[in-house]
């Protein structure tokens, strides 16, 4: 019993179609393993930023350049600026500036987690910007910019600010003085 040209071409055309759903099924698999692959190296990605700020601004060095922020814009914010800009004290505190600045447009391009970043320090990003604040507004007036070169760092401090007066965060711990 033979079969004949057409049964085997109806037979092979049966595999055939066959293996391309198979295929087709198989390459969705592929996809769907590919996305989750891509997800979670994402979030090991985030996880290790957030990591490597915390690292950083847990750091010694990062409070005695905190400490340096704080003293010199108590001592220069009556308007004391004179040899200011273009000194140590203006570059070392700029520098300063710039991590929350870069925290800030991580946090902004979801790099960062905000939530993260605001249970974790939000206090000291206040904190930290009120003490920039006039720094900041006499170096951009000598920088004679449009925009505040430190955007980012103000809109984290803006964030932080809301999140500690939020009522989901003042339900989680005793309110000072109260």
Known sequence: MGLDISEITFILSAISSAAVVAGAFFIVLQLRQNA???EAT???NRNDAAFSILERLTHEATARRRKQLHDVSESRSGGNWDGFFGSLDDFEIRSFAYQYELIGQFTR???VDIALVTHMMSYAIVADWLAFR?????LHGQFQTATNPWIHFQWLA?????HLDSPEHLGEAPVLGA
Do not use: F, S
Not at 134 to 138: F, G, S, W
Not at 158 to 162: A, G, Q
């Open 158 to 162: 803006d964030k932080c600010r809301e």
């Open 134 to 138: 006039p720094i900041a507004e006499h």
């Open 109 to 111: 391009e979801g790099i």
């Open 36 to 38: 989750r692959l891509i």
């Open 42 to 44: 994402l979030t090991q």
